[in-house]
């Protein structure tokens, strides 16, 4: 379940036309949840997630 929802995440936050949609606002309190979780198996996998979104930020206006 928690790969699926990271799946999720990575998808539609790395696609432009989803990031900005109400499906991504919807799902940000979640995210933001998910890095703050007390479990750190979890929290572990959600920074993973993090991560990876960030460096795709980079990459994607590092290529413009």
């Not at 007390?38 to 290529?63: G, K, N, W």
């Amino acid at each position: 379940c928690v790969y699926f929802v990271n799946i999720l995440f990575v998808f539609v936050f790395r696609d432009e036309t989803l990031v900005s949609t109400e499906l991504a606002s919807k799902l940000e309190p979640a995210f933001l949840s998910g890095l703050r979780c007390i479990q750190p198996q979890i929290r572990s996998r959600f920074m993973e997630v993090r991560h990876c979104l960030l460096l795709c930020q980079y990459d994607c206006h590092a290529t413009r």
